[in-house]
């Protein structure tokens, strides 16, 4: 006979999901602000390029809630504002690296925007290289095997990234070892202008797991809960020495790859669909239905998110830029000797 759970105890289950959905809403209020000023700087000319991950927002926000911050290792990519701001990276640095000023806490001004590096809150550095941060994960997890340590290494790619060799040979690597790893697929549906279906054999990147012999779930990207369970769980199972898992989120892809990406083999109707399946509306209605937010002060979210970021990108325009003479620090220079021999040539 099933055991009834107690009503009190689904009260309290209840509670904390709301209140889990509400802090997932809030940050992905923020986010897209955040999102929508890096877009209006670009355009404005007051910074040279742009990279986000708008419709991206609930499955990097609930997916990065599963980790320890501070403790595990969370290697995102570039599209990932939203895992670095629930880690606790603040808007106003990532606009000082969008405005390449000299105080950007995270590359000083030399890296592309939002390609951030945290050694504090244990983020690696986001590289340009597709599927770069896959290995990197896989080194942070064997890492933790060498030193004793219990920590998780949680890294996030597009479906691009899946194409890569890198990403093979990590995944393997991982798999053999029984490394604590969790693999996380933001599959937008397109690896930069190639269409998934011209990138992807059999069109799912979670069903690959079982060839290395690891779980492999794909998940509505727009899920909140379903994404926590889901990655807390692969997370946990890591932890506890049961090795890897890879995870795919479906999510739509709203904005064109890049600032520098005209967007032009997408049809108007991929793009309509993508802007129709926005998962933060569908949030905000379940907030709404459950009583966790009013219309009222959903408003007054919106609003004072689009004031914060407002804020912060001019306060860190009014930031000094970084001296000429450090150009050149952190390069590697020839020596005389090939300086020499290469006069001669």
Known sequence: MLQQVPKAELDERAREERSFLRRV?????????????????????????VLTGR??????????????????????YY????????????????????????????????????????????????????????????GAAYAARVRGEGWVSVCWFGDGASSE?????AMNLAALHRLAVVFICENNGWAIGVPLSEQVAGGSV??????YAMPGRRLDGGDALGIFRATSEAVEAARAGAGPSLLELMV?????????????????????????ADPVPPLRARLL???????????????????????????????????????????????????AERAER
């Open 289 to 339: 239905e459950l009583g966790a937010i009013d219309a009222e002060e959903d408003a007054r979210l919106w609003d004072e998110a689009a004031r914060e970021m407002s804020a912060a990108a001019e306060r860190a325009r009014a930031y000094p830029l970084p001296p000429a003479e450090r150009a050149r620090l952190h390069l590697y220079a020839l020596s005389d000797g090939q300086r």
């Open 252 to 276: 739509p892809r709203m904005v064109p790859h890049s600032s520098q990406d005209d967007d032009a083999y997408r049809t108007a109707e991929q793009k309509q669909q993508a802007l129709a």
């Open 206 to 211: 979670a069903a690959r797991a079982a060839a």
């Open 79 to 138: 599209r990932d504002i939203c895992v670095s701001l629930t880690l606790g990276v603040t808007p106003f640095e990532m606009l000082l690296g969008a405005f390449g000023r000299a105080d950007d806490p995270h590359s000083s001004g030399r890296q592309l925007p939002l390609h951030l590096a945290d050694p504090l809150r244990r983020i690696g550095s986001v590289s340009s290289v597709i599927g770069a941060q896959v290995a990197h994960a896989v």
């Open 165 to 169: 060799g890198i990403t093979h040979e």
């Open 25 to 49: 809403y809030e940050l992905a209020v923020r986010a897209r602000r955040l999102d929508e000023r890096l877009w209006t700087l670009y355009r404005q000319g007051a910074t040279g390029f």
């Open 55 to 76: 419709g991206h927002e609930i499955a990097q926000i609930a997916s990065a809630f599963a980790l320890r911050p501070g403790y595990d290792y969370a290697w995102p």
